[in-house]
Nanobody
Framework: QVQLVESGGGLAQAGGSLRLSCAAS????????MGWYRQAPGKLRELVAV????GTTNYAQGRFTISRDNAKNTVYLQMNSLKPEDTAAYYC???????????WGKGTLVTVSS
């Protein structure tokens, strides 16, 4: 199994930026799409950004930029112009989740103050 470790979260002010990282404990096939998900308190986990094997990206939030370094088995999420509604725990995984026996990590908490 492959474990994921997310980092880079913290407290930010509205309008600020954060860069999240997600490192895998093992190798994840570069053919798998990777995504960042988030879960706010009391809400379902939602997918916010996807990057395909060829680098094609898709976003639910235009303020976010996803990237990947296959050699390092790492995925990044640059978040700009943060809003209080971006407050959530952020996770990465394959899209759909669980491909290649990839397990959810503990996530990284992002808190945006107004």
């Amino acid at each position: 199994q492959v474990q994921l470790v997310e980092s880079g979260g913290g407290l930010a002010q509205a309008g600020g930026s954060l860069r999240l990282s997600c490192a895998a404990s093992g190798s994840i096939s570069s053919t798998y799409p990777m995504g960042w998900y988030r879960q706010a308190p009391g809400k379902l986990r939602e997918l916010v950004a996807v990057i395909g094997s060829t680098g094609t990206t898709n976003y639910a939030q235009g303020r976010f930029t996803i990237s990947r370094d296959n050699a390092k088995n790492t995925v990044y999420l640059q978040m700009n112009s943060l809003k209080p509604e971006d407050t959530a725990a952020y996770y990465c995984n394959t899209v759909p989740a669980g491909l290649g026996n990839v397990h959810w990590g503990k996530g990284t908490l992002v808190t945006v103050s107004s």
